[in-house]
């Protein structure tokens, strides 16, 4: 079993910058794929970053460039550094593990808001 735990949400204006991390707990965290999902009021849940046990990632078009997932296994720890934002990104973040494609997780936080002022 993983708990996930996000956090670092919060209010910021159009070009600024966030990180949200994640905290999961379980003895086998380093082996499962994990990443970023958000929803908007409105919008389909949409996967927005995603890191592999390897560390390959992965990026939504609309986010590359501007968002980097990372993962510190030492730390149980997945971060999404956020920078430029812009007021499309408003939604809520939610941390996701999968033991096999992170399409189909296992495992979800209990998510975190973002939100962008124009």
């Known amino acids: 079993q993983v708990q996930l735990v996000e956090a670092g949400g919060g209010l910021v204006q159009a070009g600024g910058s966030l990180r949200l991390s994640c905290a999961g707990s379980g003895r086998t965290f380093r082996s499962y794929a994990m990443g970023w999902f958000r929803q908007a009021p409105g919008k389909q849940r949409e996967l927005v970053a995603a890191i592999t046990s390897g560390g390959s990632t992965n990026y939504a078009d609309s986010v590359k460039g501007r968002f980097t997932i990372s993962r510190d296994n030492a730390k149980n720890t997945v971060y999404l550094q956020m920078i430029n934002l812009k007021p499309e990104d408003t939604a809520v973040y939610f941390c996701?593990?999968?033991?096999?494609?992170?399409?189909?997780?296992?495992?979800w936080g209990q998510g975190t808001q973002v939100t962008v002022s124009s």
């Open positions: 996701a593990a999968a033991l096999v494609r992170i399409s189909s997780p296992n495992y």
